[in-house]
């Protein structure tokens, strides 16, 4: 008990320590009690933060600030559109085709487990058999229930979708428009001497922000790749798959195990086990080899340095604690520690600010640096 009251005793005496505490437990407090009514914000922080870069991008090349917002947020705009238009509307058809089909793909199934078992008998009863078919048929019925009734609920909140759908890419322009102001308005409620608090503020600024823009490349690139393949392969639901592959890599090691089993199971009621099956899960391994091994490293060389074991249990433990939300920031949050640990002052150390400090306000690092 002694060591543990010195070690308070010793941080809690630097100010910037606990400027740093406070700074850190607030911003945790407020995500926390008001993330939910907040949810149009947050998301339109999100969006602006990865917008950042496009606008200092166009900066750097010259055009004036109130024109590089303008550009940046008409392609906002477009590809919200596309989205919103002409992505989703196709993803929710396959979606709901996938489903259609659903109770063929369980007789196909019955079939070739009744078949494995006609040639393993000893390992495989008829009883197991049908155990396997009442589980899986319950529960695809039952996610087909949860659909629907997420669906006839949706038509409740059609309204609030609309608002947010308005909300958001308004909160969106004037985000990037006024984003020095915002920060200059924010870091006013700080102490002066703040060193501390903005050197972690930088290290998180540019992992996470190189992490973020170049989790959004790779969502593209492995996507739109996955797309390409699969229909060159003639695979159904080809669009659903390739939004699954995508979407997998957000989730490392674990996403690629996870969206294999969808992939295998649609190519296998589509073609059996016979050379066009084994050619999509193959081209499905290379894809994710080839963004593991290669796209991966080139895309974030610079970005995070955390150890896979780390990563691993930052999507475990946040994943735990707030489901999806908590393994898509996963990493940027275990970024955040591992900031935090590494500007924590050594013991006995205690940081006195000099002369030269005395009028620098310390800005956080622009977003996009």
Request: one cysteine or more; charged letters at 15%; proline letters at 5%.
């Amino acid at each position: 008990m002694n060591r543990i009251s010195e070690w308070f005793r010793r941080n809690l005496a630097d100010p910037q320590v606990v400027l740093l505490v406070l700074v850190l437990a607030a911003a945790a407090l407020a995500i926390y009690l008001t993330g939910e009514m907040l949810a149009p914000v947050l998301a339109a922080l999100v969006i602006a933060y990865l917008l950042q870069g496009v606008v200092t991008r166009l900066e750097g090349l010259g055009a004036p600030h109130l024109v590089a917002v303008i550009c940046t947020y008409l392609i906002f705009l477009a590809v919200l559109l596309f989205l919103i238009l002409g992505f989703l509307p196709l993803l929710i058809d396959q979606l709901k085709q996938l489903f259609q089909q659903a109770p063929q793909m369980l007789n196909e199934a019955q079939r070739a487990l009744i078949k494995l078992q006609a040639e393993y008998p000893n390992f495989i009863s008829e009883e197991q058999i049908r155990d396997v078919i009442s589980t899986v048929g319950g529960e695809v019925v039952g996610y087909a229930r949860g659909l629907l009734s997420y669906s006839v609920a949706s038509l409740v909140g059609l309204l609030t979708i609309a608002v947010y759908l308005i909300l958001v890419p308004f909160l969106v322009f004037f985000l990037i428009r006024d984003k020095d102001r915002i920060l200059d308005w924010f870091t006013g409620f700080l102490p002066r001497e703040r060193q501390l608090t903005a050197q972690v503020w930088q290290e998180v600024n540019d992992q996470t922000g190189n992490y973020v823009r170049g989790k959004v490349w790779e969502i593209f690139i492995v996507g739109g790749t996955s797309y390409g393949v699969y229909t060159v392969l003639g695979l159904d639901y080809a669009l659903l798959l390739a939004f699954l592959t995508g979407v997998s890599v957000i989730i490392p090691y674990i996403g690629a195990a996870v969206i294999t089993l969808p992939v295998a199971l649609v190519a296998f009621f589509q073609f059996g086990l016979g050379a066009e099956f084994y050619s999509a899960v193959i081209a499905y391994a290379i894809i994710q080899a080839l963004d593991g091994n290669v796209l991966a490293p080139l895309l974030f060389s610079e970005a995070v340095d955390l150890h896979p074991v780390a990563i691993i249990v930052a999507i475990l433990f946040f994943g735990g604690l707030w489901g999806f939300w908590g393994v898509f920031f996963a990493i940027p949050l275990a970024t955040v520690i591992q900031a935090v640990m590494r500007a924590w002052p050594a013991p006995g150390h205690i940081d006195q600010p000099d002369d030269a400090h005395e009028g620098d306000d310390s800005q956080p690092v622009d977003s996009a640096a």
